[in-house]
């Protein structure tokens, strides 16, 4: 059964680092394009961050660039988004999903993706 399980979120002080896991079962994750998302309390989910199979291509919303990196284990079959500088406008529940088949590119639309975690709560505050 093909699982996706984030972990990592909790509260941090405006500044500080977080880093957020997904960990992927049933499937090899390496093979297939990841997103990272966010929703925000009464707000649209919005694409965070995403690479594509093979880390082929990498993107990042304007909003974290420079701040927040996507990166893969292939040996632990995990994803992870390394979030830096945080502030309190990255106050969401994150969640990583996975696009189901090996389509090349990646993407913000919550559409194109097919699985999804169950979300990680982030709160940056002081």
């Known amino acids: 059964q093909l699982q996706l399980v984030e972990s990592g979120g909790g509260l941090v002080q405006p500044g500080g680092s977080l880093r957020l896991s997904c960990a992927a079962s049933?499937?090899?994750?390496?093979?297939?394009?990841i997103g990272w998302f966010r929703q925000a309390p009464g707000k649209e989910r919005e694409g965070v961050s995403c690479?594509?199979?093979?880390?082929?291509?990498?993107y990042y919303a304007d909003s974290v660039k420079g701040r927040f990196t996507i990166s893969r284990d292939n040996a632990k079959n995990t994803v992870y988004l390394q979030m830096n500088s945080l502030k309190p406008e990255d106050t969401a529940v994150y969640y990583c999903?996975?696009?189901?088949?090996?389509?090349?590119?990646?993407?913000?639309?919550?559409?194109?993706?097919?699985?999804w975690g169950q979300g990680t709560q982030v709160t940056v505050s002081s």
């Open positions: 999903a996975v696009k189901g088949n090996r389509e090349h590119g990646c993407s913000y639309y919550t559409s194109w993706y097919d699985y």
């Open positions: 049933g499937f090899t994750l390496r093979d297939y394009a």
């Open positions: 690479t594509s199979k093979n880390d082929d291509s990498t």
